[in-house]
């Protein structure tokens, strides 16, 4: 199934509203730039709470790894 959005020129939306390409033009781009974040934006709350949780399954892992390291070495070495 093809997009019909896709098929219509840039200008079409501008002439739809009665305005000038350029202005619509601007007002996306200013649009799409407030969505970025700032590259020393501080974290949202959720954001902040997600890496807290991330930073401790991080650290789960690694305890786990490190177990897993350990009884690999344990059993290579014993020769049953």
Same mark, same amino acid.
């Given at each position: 199934?093809?997009?019909? !959005? ?5 200008? !079409?939306?501008?002439? =739809?509203? @009665?305005?000038?390409? =350029? ?5 996306? *781009?200013?649009?799409? *730039? ?5 590259? !020393?934006? @501080?974290?949202? #709350?959720? =954001?902040?709470?997600?890496?807290? @949780? ?7 892992? =690694?305890?786990? #790894?490190? $177990?897993? *390291?350990?009884?690999?070495?344990? $059993?290579? *070495? !014993?020769?049953?």
């Amino acid at each position: 199934m093809t997009n019909p !959005d896709r098929s219509r020129s840039r200008n !079409d939306p501008a002439r =739809e509203l @009665e305005l000038n390409s =350029e202005t619509l033009r601007g007002w996306v *781009k200013k649009y799409q *730039k407030q969505q970025e974040p700032a590259p !020393d934006a @501080e974290l949202t #709350v959720n =954001e902040r709470a997600r890496l807290k @949780e991330l930073e401790r399954r991080n650290r789960e892992l =690694e305890m786990e #790894v490190a $177990f897993l *390291k350990k009884a690999a070495a344990y $059993f290579a *070495k !014993d020769p049953r």
